[in-house]
């Protein structure tokens, strides 16, 4: 057949023909011809360099050899690239994992580097070798082995790249907008501060009573403290424009209806100004005003700056909790603080879908003692997958309680498991998706939005490097994933036994 103008020849050969090439295979090297009499024909395969031997998701049911040449194993992308899973070379075979773990398809595409020559074996024949020949089932079980660790150590890489990716996309986003508001707040600034030199300059002009003085000392005192105003709803604030407003109007304040929103957002009334009007004449209470009124802008876009910045600086003191989740070896890791800087960093997709999030953090302690890492992968992956299956305006919920039970509680007395819930009430997970959820590259999601790695991940670090459990509760309306984390070293001598989900 050809493929892509190169060619690819399949013929159905007797055993005898190959045999003495294929016993200088790695597979089939401590194999003697008479364990191979089983076999009568076997499949003989001459590839051209960059023939196509499996197409993606082609049903699997073949395992081979290579003789001579080279063969890859590429993962297609979504974007259109390939991510290279592996080469065999001459006397190397490949093709076991799929048929051992029972996969019907391959997600791979198989492709000759160079001018090769292979042996095929059916389905069939493949499990005959496994059967009467000890020698190649060794082999082919070691090859699956390492294979999986392989995929496992590139997974956990490619998931931490998806985490990454995750975490530049919300700081990005966290990080623009304090960034955007301090830039302007400044650049006003700049113009208040020449408004208020005009100002001051005249006011210079004419002398000032111990009565104006005193008052203007006052309404400095009460513009400074503006950051602290109690804040108005919405209906409020607009009742008190509106009253400022119409009273300085009437005290023939200039732009009466510009200065009088920055004056109540500061904590102003008519009170509070009622000493300007009382001592100071109708031009030069005018000229106070505008006075004050840029004064407590520069005040407010101030508290702005500083406002920005702190979010800011949260921003990456929550960003260096994440980063640095994965390098202690012994601590105590305060869970409360980890699902909190997740939070922050996905703070924009919650604002997008203008989600809610109730958080009931009644874990005590909320401290848990491990060689652990990467617990801010967890809840990352669950957070965002809850904040995706959310509908618009809906809700989160994160909850934490401790349990006991299992050997790491003395006298009962000691709660042993930090328990943390993570609910979403979208559409629900389809019964007959829920027992593959943690399988590695199953996803439900849209080609090119999902890995299928998330939850698989999740599931590992949990599990493994926590020693605790997860499982899944869903039904229209109601997702909800636990996680039990053992609170001492989950390795340690005084590990709990989890808890049966």
Not at 99 to 116: C, E, N, T, V, Y
Not at 125 to 134: E, G, I, R
Not at 203 to 220: A, E, G, I, V, Y
């Amino acid at each position: 057949m050809s493929q892509n103008g190169q060619t690819v020849e399949i013929e159905s050969v007797p055993l005898q023909e190959v045999a003495q090439a294929l016993l200088l295979t790695r597979p089939f090297a401590e194999t003697t011809l008479d364990a191979l009499r089983g076999l009568d024909s076997v499949d003989r395969v001459t590839a051209r360099a960059g023939s196509v031997l499996m197409e993606p998701w082609q049903p699997v049911r073949f395992y081979w050899v290579v003789l001579e040449g080279e063969v890859r194993a590429d993962r297609p992308e979504p974007d259109g690239s390939r991510t290279e899973v592996g080469c065999a070379h001459a006397g190397e075979g490949f093709g076991e994992t799929p048929l051992l773990s029972g996969k019907s398809h391959s997600p791979f595409i198989i492709q000759a580097m160079r001018d090769s020559l292979l042996i095929r074996f059916s389905e069939a024949q493949f499990w005959n070798l496994m059967a009467c020949c000890p020698s190649v089932r060794k082999v082919v079980l070691e090859n699956m082995a390492q294979r999986q660790q392989a995929y496992q150590v590139e997974a956990l890489h490619r998931e931490k790249l998806v985490s990454l990716g995750t975490l530049a996309a919300g700081l990005m986003h966290e990080l623009h907008n304090p960034g955007s508001a301090a830039k302007r707040s400044a650049s006003q600034l700049r113009e208040n501060l020449l408004r208020l030199q005009r100002l001051s300059l005249r006011f210079s002009d004419k002398p000032k009573t111990q009565n104006q003085l005193s008052c203007m000392k006052r309404l400095l005192e009460h513009a400074l403290h503006g950051c602290h105003a109690p804040a108005l709803s919405t209906l409020e604030e607009s009742d008190a424009e509106e009253a400022m407003a119409q009273w300085l109007a009437l005290a023939g304040v200039e732009n009466a209806h510009i200065i009088a929103p920055a004056l109540v957002g500061i904590g102003f009334d008519q009170a509070a100004l009622a000493c300007a009007n009382d001592y100071f004449e109708p031009e030069a209470f005018s000229d106070t005003l505008n006075w004050l009124e840029a004064l407590v802008s520069s005040v407010s876009l101030v508290c702005a700056i500083e406002e920005s910045i702190t979010r800011i600086s949260d921003l990456v003191m929550a960003v260096k909790k994440f980063a640095y989740d994965d390098r202690s070896v012994v601590r105590d890791l305060d869970v409360h603080d980890s699902l909190q800087s997740t939070l922050t960093i996905l703070g924009h997709k919650l604002r997008i879908k203008q989600l809610g999030v109730e958080k009931r953090f009644a874990a005590s302690p909320a401290t848990i003692h491990t060689r652990g890492s990467a617990l801010s992968q967890v809840w990352t992956n669950l957070i965002d997958n809850a904040i995706d299956a959310s509908p618009e305006n809906g809700q989160v919920e994160i909850a934490t309680w401790t349990e006991t039970g299992g050997t790491a509680v003395e006298n009962g007395s000691v709660p042993g498991w930090l328990v943390v819930s993570i609910a979403d009430h979208g559409a629900g997970i389809p019964p007959d998706v829920l027992p593959r959820i943690f399988e590695a590259f199953f996803t439900t999601k849209p080609l090119g939005t999902g890995t299928g790695l998330g939850l698989e991940i999740v599931h590992r670090i949990v599990t493994q490097k926590f020693g605790g459990t997860i499982n899944v509760e869903s039904e229209p309306g109601n997702t909800r994933f636990t996680v039990r984390l053992p609170l001492n070293d989950a390795h340690g001598e005084k590990s709990a036994t989890a808890p049966k989900s």
